[in-house]
Nanobody, 119 residues
């Protein structure tokens, strides 16, 4: 239930781009909100961007103007387009999805995917 599988990570040069994909085993419309988080070595996991069921999006400051979160209902997939990558974007990126069962939030996480930005 709620399995999330990330793909699309890897190595990028500074200024380059990557697109992460998060394929869900359920329709993404079944989730209240889906988002991307990241965790750099020695740091806490932090939110990058989120997308609600109705398509509303939100970004943390470092992601604004560089990253775009989007969803494809037909593919049950949420994407994170990352442009103008910087070395400090290096981290493991996680897909997250939240649904509510009788009002209780239930969170699902992907296994994480490495993004490395280096020349």
């Amino acid at each position: 239930q709620g399995q999330l599988v990330e793909s699309g990570g890897g190595l990028a040069q500074p200024g380059g781009s990557l697109r992460l994909s998060c394929a869900a085993s359920k329709p993404i419309s079944s989730f209240e909100i889906m988002g991307w988080y990241r965790q750099a070595p020695g740091k806490q996991r932090e939110l990058v961007a989120s997308r609600t069921r109705d398509g509303s999006t939100d970004y943390v400051d470092f992601a604004k103007d560089r990253f775009t979160i989007s969803g494809d209902n037909a593919q049950n997939t949420v994407y994170l387009q990352m442009n103008n990558l910087k070395p400090e974007d290096t981290a493991v990126y996680y897909c997250n999805a939240e649904r509510r069962l009788f009002g209780v939030p239930i969170n699902y996480w992907g296994q994480g995917i490495q993004v490395t930005v280096s020349s």
